[in-house]
Structures are given as C-alpha cells and as structure tokens.
C-alpha cells in the first residue's frame, strides 16, 4: 500500500516537474495558475503550496486537518479535498528545526489592484501613484497584510524577498497583470520595520534585487533594502493654516528663505553625530524663526545612498533619509514647522538618478525608468541617468512624488534641482552628442511636458503653495501658467542677478567704476519672471570659497562688503534666500562632513553679521515696500543707476500704496561722504530705517544723520527729477534704507 502511494506521489510529481523546477529556480510568471486552490473535479479541489524548508504542511479547514503530501523531495505539498465551492483554508506548516506556523496561504487571496488606477498610471496622469503602488499595510478578506505592487512589465518573474522569507526568491511570487504591467501581492502577518527588496528575473535570465521605488522608508548605506513603514502622516492642515500657507507664498509676501543641510547645520559628540529629525526641531526651528526668515528649505531628503551627494542622488525618492531618525521623527519635525509657522520647502531632483545597483536603472532589465539612448539617457556631468519623460509611467512616478510630500507633509512647496538640464536635449553636450527633438530642436519636450503637468497638478490638488524652478538660461514663461504656454512654476532662481553681483563684489572697489552695469543689468529683466535672489550652497562649494572670503580688501572691508551687499540684495525686487553660514560669515568653504563654525559668533564681526541678517530680516518683512511690488514695475524705481565713478546705487521701493516707499543709498567705494544730497518723491520727515555701518554690526559707527533719532527733514531742492531732496552721510561700503515717517518738514 505504502509503495503504492509513494509511485502515485511520484508520477504525479513527474506531472509537476516543469512547475517545480520553475519554482525552485526563483523563476515562475504565473503563479496564481499553479499555486492556491484548483478546481480538480465537480466536487473537488486541489491545493498547491511551495515552501522551501517545511518538512510537512496540513491544511486546517475549519476543525478538519488534511495532510498535504509532499511531491518526491521537492519543496512542493499537494492536497485533496472535498468541495463544491473554492475552500476557505489555513496552513500548518512545520520545519526541519521541529518550528511548526499556522499561517494564510498567499495564493488563497483574490487581486486587489485597482484597475482604473492601473489605467490612469499607464496614461501618465495617476496623481497619487505612492497610494497603489510600494508596500501598503492592509485588511484583505478580513486579514493584516501587505500588498507589495511594483511596475516591471519586461520582468519574467518578480517576487518579494524580506527578513521574512530569509529573503527567498523562490518563496513569495508575485502576480502578473499583462495589461499594465504591474505585478502585486498580498502577504499576511507582516510587520512594520521589517526589510524586503525585489527580485526580478529578466528576459534573459539574469536576478536583479531592487529596492521599492515607491518605499515610505530605505536603510541607510551601506545598507540597500527598503523597509515596511505605515503611512501615518496625520498631518491636515486646517482652513487657517492654508490660508496662511498661501499668504506666505504669495508673490506680493515678504518670502526670506533659509536653506539648510541637514546633516551639517550643527552636529553632536565632537561633530561626528547628526542631529535627529527632533533635535533639528528643537533647535533649526527657533533658530530660523529668531533670524526672522520667513522658510526653511532643506537641501535634498530623500533616501541617498552617498553622503558627498548632498541628496541629490536619491534612490528612495518616497522615503525621507534615516540619517536623522525614523518616518515618525521627520513628521514631528515638519509638524513644528507648521507650529511656528515656518514655510517649508523640500529640495526635490526629478532631473536624473543615480547608478546604484539596487536603484531604478535597469529596473526590469531593460531602461525602464531611463531613456534607452545613452544620447538621452546619461548625464556626462553626473554620471547618472536620465528619466525618460516621454513615458507615461515615468511622469506618473514623477508627478505622484511631488504629490506625496505637498499632499502627505502639507509643505510649502518644492524647489525643483537642475531644471535647465531637464529643458534641453543638448545640456552639457558637444555636437553629435545629443538627439534632436521630432521638430529638429534641441527642448525635450517629454521634460518640458512632464514639468508642466507636475506645477499644473501640485497647484491644483494644493492650492497655496509655491514651486521653484532652479532654471539657469533665458527659457521664457519659466513662471507663466501653463494654460498661458509657461511651465508653471511659481518662482524662479535669478542666477543671473547671482553671477553678475557675485562678479562684481568680488572686484577690488578700485576697479568696482569700470563693471557698474553688473549690478544694475538685473532691473533690465527683473519682471520677466516672479523671481527668487539665490546665495545658495552652489556658490560656498568646489573652491569657490565662502561668502566672506569672497570680499575684497583686509578683514574690516570683507565684513563691510558683505553687509552692504545683503542689503543691497534685501532691497533688490525678488524674493531672498541665502545658505546656512552665510548669516554667520562663514569663513570656510562649506563642509558637508562638518557642523558649521559656530565658535566664530565669539567675534564681534561674526555676530555682528548675524544681527544685521536679523535687522535686515526684520525691515523687510515689516515694510511692505521692499517685497508687495516685486514682480511690477510700479514698485522700482532708480534715483541714480549711472553713478560708476562713486560706484553708488540709489533707488527706491514702492509699495502698492505708493506714498508707502523706501530709499536705497548702497555705497561700494571705502569712501565716506558728508552731505550727500539725494532726492526724493515726498516732503517730509525721513528716518534710516537701516544702515549696515552700525558699530554693533562691526562697522565704523558712521551715522547717516546726525540727529540722535536718525531722522532727515527733506528740503525744496530739486534733485534726481524730484522737488524734495534730502541730505545724508553715506558710510564707506555701507547699505542705508530710509524711510517717509512724518508728513511735517
């Protein structure tokens, strides 16, 4: 009898070979075919399991136990059972190890892809895509679970591996949906925490083990798996909080922005240890808020395996970095945000991806996520690759994304790296090197599009919030809408004005006569675009040195240019940000490996820096003129923009109420001059509102006026096409602002 029964099992296991030897080789397409319960006959059906390592497996049906028999060695148990209805079914499984677990079968449970959200994700314009797609803790058929779901549509088999398989590839196969090319699965009992990855057999053969594109949580390198995390926000914005968000990005708002590393603001334990997501709360928040800056931007914080990247090589574009502690901490930080109503902005890097095994290049086996042509694919400045933006999945992935972190964190909005490098097909390329467009141009237009449907998206799903476009040329309508042929932004980086200040401070004040037109050329366009003043961490870093160090002239001179420089830029139509280090004079070029010095503030002239971005801080956001009228040309207008030989500026803002209106006197030379006559739109009574030469400021104590209250009586002197006139003392390499306090001459 015995004999009999093992000839049976082994016939039938000669039936079953072609599937045993599928699935024992971690290769098996369709699984849900094989594996689960089969109808065998009218009354009758067949369960099928593989599970590597058990040495027996009952099926537990209800009270019943019915012994599954194992087919010759291989790891496959079959049994037969009495049904008229697909059974509802455990398993009892025990292990070499005498370990026995009484578990759901996989492959008992029914998809639950949703296939409309399958279409629009295919179509390019599945908005919530993290919501489908990645690992996702849920109750199906009336279990806890996971639903793992991926996109790999030339895979020949995908399965999920995890500390809870001993990450198996031959152990939890995924289903396979043709027509969208999505593969899914739901496995039971799951816990958060635990680590899993893809294992993906291509077309040839060939096992990739990929990290989840859509993970909410990755190790942190040298590790590469990602890491089962419950989505758990909790953060909604109430009513108030959204119209404050969208008062505070308005084009016509005081906008100062703060841009900060995380990693290197400040450290712990003699600088080897960052600071937590909560200590960052605790300390970067109020920090910021005393400084008087309006936003936070942090540089990129999606999971990225190389610290010298700063971020903008993430593999986990989902996942915000464990560098600084768990999913919840970084929610706490971004909930103090909104506490001390800081505007917070992410940076985020749709323009390429790094190269990383475990990462999106080759996903499936083919360039999937990349476009195929190195020509379009590759970025020779960065050694990365290129999204293809041409497919519609791809702008799905990339449009959920900027989704995620505006609808899930209710941030302020995204500064968008590099988008230059996205317009243009021959960025950074020699003749021969690139692939014209179907018109024969150089835009890549799949870019341009997917750019476009991102801001049209963000702004529609989260009204109030602002995009930043890091866009280096002349592209026009950067910050037009869409519907206006414009790209959508909301703002745009003026590395114009940049470059051209830059160039010009640096100069020698001796030499400052002969390149005045570096500093006025900006008013030329400055309307063109709802434009951002940027001192970013681009211009501390690769030997260009800091701030500071860039000034002309011995210690005191460095100290005053760059006072009156940031008042200059204060004053100049566009909104502000400058980079962490630059408030405290930095000597140093920035470290990404070191905390800022923050022992400098010891010194007179570094806290002295400090205080005047805290007053310059505290002018703008409270005088309406410096920032309602930015983006018009009502609001700018020059006193006197050719004065080289003195390399003088003198200009004045205007508010939308045009009696409400700043004077700018920015004096570059080292010389002080007494009595200087400027005019001005209104008699009254003027005060100086601002003047970098302040002795508490490190400067040399220069009063503009000699009134203890720093007021200026105008008189009937007609000067720079105006009536009214007034008199000050301009301090050597020195910003003053004055202001109209008083109609009474």
Same mark, same amino acid.
């Not at 635990?194 to 053969?205: D, N, P, V, W």
């Not at 937590?276 to 999971?303: C, V």
């Not at 006197?665 to 001059?673: A, E, H, M, S």
């Given at each position: 009898?015995?004999?009999?029964?093992?000839?049976?099992?082994?016939? @039938?296991?000669?039936?079953?070979?072609?599937?045993?030897?599928?699935?024992?080789?971690?290769?098996?397409?369709?699984?849900?075919?094989?594996?689960?319960?089969?109808?065998?006959?009218?009354?009758?059906?067949?369960?099928?399991?593989?599970?590597?390592?058990?040495?027996?497996?009952?099926?537990?049906?209800?009270?019943?136990?019915?012994?599954?028999?194992? &087919?010759?060695?291989?790891?496959?148990?079959?049994?037969?059972?009495? *049904?008229?209805?697909?059974?509802?079914?455990?398993?009892?499984?025990?292990?070499?190890?005498?370990?026995?677990?009484?578990?759901?079968?996989?492959?008992?449970?029914?998809?639950?892809?949703?296939?409309?959200?399958?279409?629009?994700?295919?179509?390019?314009?599945?908005?919530?895509?993290?919501?489908?797609?990645?690992?996702?803790?849920?109750?199906? @058929?009336?279990?806890?679970? %996971?639903?793992?779901?991926?996109?790999?549509?030339?895979?020949?088999?995908?399965?999920?591996?995890?500390?809870?398989?001993?990450? &198996?590839?031959?152990?939890?196969?995924?289903?396979?949906?043709?027509?969208?090319?999505?593969?899914?699965?739901?496995?039971?009992?799951?816990?958060?925490?635990?680590?899993?990855?893809?294992?993906?057999?291509?077309?040839?053969?060939?096992?990739?083990?990929?990290?989840?594109?859509?993970?909410?949580?990755?190790?942190?390198?040298?590790?590469?798996?990602?890491?089962?995390?419950?989505?758990?926000? /909790?953060?909604?914005?109430?009513?108030?909080?959204?119209?404050?968000?969208?008062?505070?990005?308005?084009?016509?708002?005081?906008?100062?922005?703060?841009?900060?590393?995380?990693?290197?603001?400040?450290?712990?334990?003699? /600088?080897?240890? #960052?600071?937590?997501?909560?200590?960052?709360?605790?300390?970067?928040?109020?920090?910021?808020?005393?400084?008087?800056?309006?936003?936070?931007?942090?540089?990129?914080?999606?999971?990225?395996?190389?610290? /010298?990247?700063?971020? #903008?090589?993430?593999?986990?574009?989902?996942?915000?970095?464990?560098?600084?502690?768990?999913?919840?901490?970084?929610?706490?930080?971004?909930?103090?945000?909104?506490?001390?109503?800081?505007?917070?902005?992410?940076?985020?890097?749709?323009?390429?991806?790094? *190269?990383?095994?475990?990462?999106?290049?080759?996903?499936?086996?083919?360039?999937?996520?990349?476009?195929?042509?190195?020509?379009?694919?590759?970025?020779?400045?960065?050694?990365?690759?290129?999204?293809?933006?041409?497919?519609?999945?791809?702008?799905?992935?990339?449009?959920?994304?900027?989704?995620?972190?505006?609808?899930?964190?209710?941030?302020?909005?995204?500064?968008?790296?590099? %988008? !230059?490098?996205?317009?243009?097909?021959? $960025?950074?390329?020699?003749?021969?090197?690139?692939?014209?467009?179907?018109?024969?141009?150089?835009?890549?237009?799949?870019?341009?599009?997917?750019?476009?449907?991102?801001?049209?998206?963000?702004?529609?799903?989260?009204?109030?919030?602002?995009?930043?476009?890091?866009?280096?040329?002349?592209?026009?309508?950067?910050?037009?809408?869409?519907?206006?042929?414009?790209?959508?932004?909301?703002?745009?980086?003026?590395?114009?004005?940049?470059?051209?200040?830059?160039?010009?401070?640096?100069?020698?004040?001796?030499?400052?006569?002969?390149?005045?037109?570096?500093?006025?050329?900006?008013?030329?366009?400055?309307?063109?675009?709802?434009?951002?003043?940027?001192?970013?961490?681009?211009?501390?870093?690769?030997?260009?040195?800091?701030?500071?160090?860039?000034?002309?002239?011995?210690?005191?001179?460095?100290?005053?240019?760059?006072? !009156? $420089?940031?008042?200059?830029?204060?004053?100049?139509?566009?909104?502000?940000?400058?980079?962490?280090?630059?408030?405290?004079? &930095?000597?140093?070029?920035?470290?990404?490996?070191?905390?800022?010095?923050?022992?400098?503030?010891?010194?007179?002239?570094?806290?002295?820096?400090?205080?005047?971005?805290?007053?310059?801080?505290?002018?703008?956001?409270?005088?309406?003129?410096?920032?309602?009228?930015?983006?018009?040309?009502?609001?700018?207008?020059?006193?006197?923009?050719?004065?080289?030989?003195?390399?003088?500026?003198?200009?004045?803002?205007?508010?939308?109420?045009?009696?409400?209106?700043?004077? %700018?006197?920015?004096?570059?030379?080292?010389?002080?001059?007494?009595?200087?006559?400027? /005019?001005?739109?209104?008699?009254?009574?003027?005060?100086?509102?601002?003047?970098?030469?302040?002795?508490?400021?490190?400067?040399?104590?220069?009063?503009?006026? *000699?009134?203890?209250? &720093?007021?200026?009586?105008?008189?009937?002197?007609?000067?720079?096409?105006?009536?009214?006139?007034?008199?000050?003392?301009?301090?050597?390499? !020195?910003?003053?602002?004055?202001?109209?306090?008083?109609?009474?001459?």
């Amino acid at each position: 009898m015995r004999s009999r029964v093992r000839q049976e099992q082994s016939a @039938q296991s000669v039936i079953y070979q072609k599937q045993i030897d599928a699935l024992a080789s971690g290769c098996f397409r369709d699984p849900f075919s094989f594996l689960g319960a089969h109808k065998s006959g009218p009354t009758s059906y067949e369960i099928r399991c593989f599970l590597p390592g058990a040495s027996s497996v009952s099926i537990l049906l209800g009270t019943e136990k019915i012994v599954a028999q194992q &087919q010759g060695d291989s790891h496959l148990f079959v049994a037969n059972i009495k *049904s008229k209805t697909k059974p509802d079914y455990q398993l009892d499984v025990s292990y070499s190890n005498e370990f026995t677990h009484q578990q759901y079968d996989e492959y008992s449970f029914e998809s639950s892809l949703d296939e409309q959200a399958m279409y629009l994700f295919n179509e390019g314009s599945l908005e919530y895509a993290y919501q489908h797609f990645g690992a996702h803790f849920v109750t199906q @058929q009336g279990v806890d679970g %996971v639903r793992f779901t991926v996109w790999a549509p030339n895979a020949s088999s995908v399965s999920v591996i995890g500390e809870f398989n001993y990450w &198996q590839r031959n152990r939890h196969f995924m289903r396979f949906h043709p027509a969208s090319g999505v593969w899914e699965l739901f496995i039971p009992g799951l816990k958060e925490h635990q680590c899993y990855k893809f294992a993906i057999t291509t077309l040839t053969g060939e096992v990739l083990d990929k990290a989840d594109p859509f993970a909410f949580k990755m190790q942190q390198a040298p590790g590469t798996a990602s890491v089962l995390q419950k989505l758990k926000t /909790g953060i909604q914005l109430s009513e108030r909080a959204l119209a404050n968000r969208a008062k505070r990005n308005s084009v016509d708002a005081p906008v100062s922005i703060y841009e900060v590393h995380a990693g290197s603001w400040q450290r712990r334990d003699d /600088g080897e240890r #960052y600071l937590t997501w909560r200590e960052l709360a605790d300390n970067l928040i109020p920090y910021t808020k005393e400084l008087g800056f309006t936003h936070l931007q942090l540089m990129p914080i999606s999971e990225y395996p190389f610290d /010298g990247s700063w971020g #903008y090589q993430p593999v986990g574009l989902f996942a915000p970095t464990s560098r600084y502690g768990s999913f919840e901490d970084f929610v706490y930080f971004v909930e103090q945000c909104h506490e001390a109503d800081i505007g917070l902005i992410l940076d985020w890097v749709p323009g390429h991806f790094p *190269s990383d095994p475990h990462g999106l290049h080759r996903f499936d086996g083919t360039h999937l996520y990349e476009h195929a042509d190195v020509r379009q694919g590759f970025h020779p400045d960065w050694n990365t690759y290129i999204y293809n933006y041409d497919r519609a999945e791809v702008r799905s992935f990339l449009i959920a994304n900027a989704m995620y972190w505006l609808h899930e964190f209710g941030i302020d909005g995204l500064r968008v790296d590099a %988008v !230059a490098s996205m317009l243009y097909l021959d $960025y950074s390329r020699e003749e021969g090197q690139w692939v014209a467009n179907q018109y024969g141009g150089r835009e890549n237009l799949g870019a341009i599009e997917c750019l476009k449907q991102v801001n049209m998206r963000c702004y529609a799903k989260n009204p109030g919030i602002m995009m930043v476009a890091e866009e280096s040329t002349a592209w026009p309508g950067v910050t037009r809408q869409v519907d206006h042929d414009g790209l959508g932004f909301g703002y745009k980086w003026n590395m114009g004005w940049m470059n051209d200040s830059l160039h010009y401070m640096q100069r020698d004040s001796l030499y400052r006569s002969h390149h005045h037109h570096e500093m006025t050329f900006s008013m030329v366009y400055a309307y063109s675009e709802n434009y951002i003043l940027p001192l970013s961490h681009d211009e501390v870093v690769h030997g260009k040195g800091s701030l500071i160090e860039k000034m002309p002239g011995d210690d005191w001179q460095k100290f005053a240019n760059l006072r !009156a $420089y940031y008042a200059f830029m204060w004053a100049h139509p566009g909104k502000k940000l400058l980079f962490m280090g630059a408030e405290i004079a &930095q000597r140093k070029e920035w470290n990404h490996d070191q905390s800022l010095d923050w022992h400098l503030l010891e010194h007179i002239s570094h806290s002295g820096m400090q205080q005047t971005i805290k007053d310059l801080n505290a002018v703008y956001t409270s005088t309406p003129a410096l920032y309602e009228q930015d983006t018009s040309p009502a609001g700018f207008a020059w006193l006197d923009s050719n004065n080289a030989e003195q390399s003088m500026f003198s200009f004045i803002r205007y508010a939308k109420k045009a009696e409400d209106f700043v004077v %700018v006197i920015c004096n570059l030379t080292p010389q002080v001059y007494h009595d200087y006559v400027i /005019g001005v739109p209104k008699a009254g009574t003027y005060q100086v509102i601002l003047n970098t030469d302040k002795a508490n400021y490190f400067g040399s104590g220069v009063d503009a006026t *000699s009134h203890a209250e &720093q007021i200026i009586v105008s008189q009937a002197i007609e000067s720079h096409g105006f009536n009214q006139s007034i008199s000050v003392s301009l301090p050597g390499l !020195a910003t003053i602002y004055l202001k109209k306090v008083s109609d009474e001459s």
